[in-house]
């Protein structure tokens, strides 16, 4: 496979310890009731972060987006950010993690009594579930870049499954990557309810046009914390960010496109639907945003 998850090796991973509700286990023992709220209609939500030498970067960030998402689905945590920052250190700790780490943490509803969506018949607290793993993107897939397909599966609209929701269903999402990957791409990129780019099934859309950054207005697509990151850099350096709608006319025509992820940081879009985008593999201003992204986080590790 080739995409923007690709992740270099790493035999430590066989042996990490991964908590459930605050209780450590093999790789191959961590496991939770099939009445789980989440895996019986993936009822609940979830944040990945990276570990850099120390520190969870932009940790205030994704636990406010925790935090908003479980308020929209009507769940409480029974944690403080704090209490929950201390039981991710906890598990770093106990498996001797400092740097190179990717962090899942996933929160559900809790234990059901009947297999059931209604929220009344959920017989425990939230269920917490913790996953480091050592775990640095492939530098080759920055250096190749990705393909993308234009899947017919278009993002929600807000007022049924809002789309800057981090939830655990992600069915659509699925289904649009499995089209992009019958049609020969490496990812999928996704429409809005009007037919506008809004964003790919698992990172952020940008395009770059006569030396102008352009992604979605937002309104349909995950909140994610590093496409916020690079609208930042490119506000602190003055390059020009629009935040706007654009459609596939504008795609095709496009200088340079790129996505953007936690685990990828900024990866280049070499092709969309069988279309080259721009100068083959010259991407000059996806590189310079993607050094100025790393040294925000350099700054965020300096903190």
């Known amino acids: 496979m080739h ?7 790493d035999s430590r991973n066989d042996a990490i310890k991964i908590s459930v509700n ?22 609940g939500v979830w944040e990945a972060m990276r570990l850099h030498h120390n520190t969870l ?18 769940m409480k945590l029974p944690w403080t950010k704090a209490e929950l920052t201390e039981k991710i250190l906890d598990v770093l700790n106990a498996n001797e993690m400092t740097d190179g780490v990717h962090v899942r943490v996933m929160v559900t509803r809790g234990i059901k009594k009947t297999p059931s969506q209604d929220p009344r018949l959920t017989i425990s607290g939230p269920n917490l579930v913790i996953i480091p793993e050592f775990k640095i993107a492939d530098e080759a897939t920055k250096k190749k870049g990705i393909t993308l397909f234009t899947s017919t599966i278009r993002r929600g609209s807000p007022d049924y499954l809002d789309p800057r929701l981090n939830c655990h269903s992600k069915l659509h999402e699925v289904q649009a990557l499995v089209q992009a990957i019958e049609a020969g791409a490496d990812e999928a990129l996704m429409l809005d309810v009007n037919g506008f780019v809004a964003t790919c099934n698992a990172t952020n859309f940008f395009i770059i046009k006569n030396e102008e950054v352009w992604t979605s207005t937002g309104k349909y697509c995950m909140n994610g914390i590093t496409r916020g990151k690079v609208i930042e850099v490119c506000r602190l350096h003055n390059i020009p ?3 706007k709608d654009f459609s596939l006319f504008d795609v095709y025509g496009a200088d340079e496109a790129f996505v953007t992820g ?6 280049p879009v070499t092709k969309i639907d069988g279309r080259a985008i721009g100068d083959g593999n010259k991407w000059p201003l996806t590189n ?7 040294e925000l986080i350099a700054m965020q590790i300096q903190k």
């Open 57 to 74: 970067v932009f940790l205030d960030e994704h636990l406010d987006r925790m935090w908003t998402a479980s308020a929209t689905i009507g």
């Open 22 to 43: 605050g209780e450590l286990f093999s790789r191959e023992n961590a496991k939770i009731s099939v009445f789980d709220s989440g895996y019986l209609v993936g009822d």
């Open 262 to 267: 936690t685990f990828g940081g900024l990866t």
């Open 288 to 294: 310079k945003l993607s050094q100025l992204y790393n």
């Open 241 to 243: 960010c629009i935040e």
């Open 3 to 9: 995409g923007t998850h690709n992740a270099i090796s």
